[in-house]
């Protein structure tokens, strides 16, 4: 209707100006994107009529900003946070479902970090090896795109390895595959076919230690 129109070419407009506003100094940018992220934490806290329509706009245009800029940290953070006032009972429950596992779950990262790393030395290979933890929206876009509940979602525990080369980007993969079983149709090769924002990485799931 009129309405959407109108606010589509609002944030049409808020588009544009950001991406000029790149090409002058991309400083600007981030200040605007840490306002929004900002506002959405104060939202949260809030009982603000206008908590829906802020996390919209920011869900729509400031979190692809930030992904196209590769500010994944703000990125996640706003997703996240836009989710939790959109589908306030989705989050909760994903929230919730990883909060009674962190535990076990921290633990478990530490155990394939130590493993890791120790195999990665006795290659020759310097890598930093971290555990990195999946975002709420993230989690739950894979559950809606799989059709599958919390608990079939493989990379709920991730671990990230950071490499100097390439090449080494492939030697890790094959001492990972060579560590623990790869899971069939769970790879992807963001080297090869990099991402619209240039982000390249290889991604693969594992069925890891304890199975």
């Given amino acids: ?78 997703e996240d946070l836009s989710f939790r006032l959109l589908k306030p009972q989705e989050y909760r429950r994903i929230a919730q479902s990883l909060a009674e596992k962190r535990i076990d779950r921290e633990l478990y990262i530490n155990e394939v970090i130590s493993l890791l790393k120790n195999k990665l030395r006795e290659s020759g290979i310097e890598a930093d090896v971290v555990g990195r933890p999946k975002h709420i929206v993230s989690i739950w876009r894979k559950m809606q795109r799989k059709q599958v509940e919390f608990n079939e979602v493989y990379d709920i525990r991730a671990v990230r390895v950071l490499v100097n080369t390439i090449p080494e980007c492939y030697t890790v993969l094959g001492i990972v595959h060579s560590l623990w079983p790869h899971i069939k149709n769970e790879f992807d090769d963001y080297i090869a076919v990099p991402k619209g924002n240039n982000y390249q990485s290889l991604h693969t799931a594992v069925i890891g230690p304890q199975g």
Wanted: hydrophobic share 50%.
């Fill in 1 to 78: 209707d009129e309405v959407e129109e109108v606010e589509k070419n609002a944030q049409a407009e808020i588009i544009r100006e950001m991406l000029f506003a790149v090409t002058d100094d991309v400083r600007v940018v981030l200040v605007t994107l840490v306002e929004q992220l900002c506002l959405l934490r104060a939202m949260v806290a809030s009982e603000s009529d206008d908590r829906q329509r802020v996390a919209r706009r920011v869900n729509d245009i400031f979190a692809p900003i930030a992904n196209l800029l590769g500010i994944w940290q703000l990125k996640w953070e706003l």
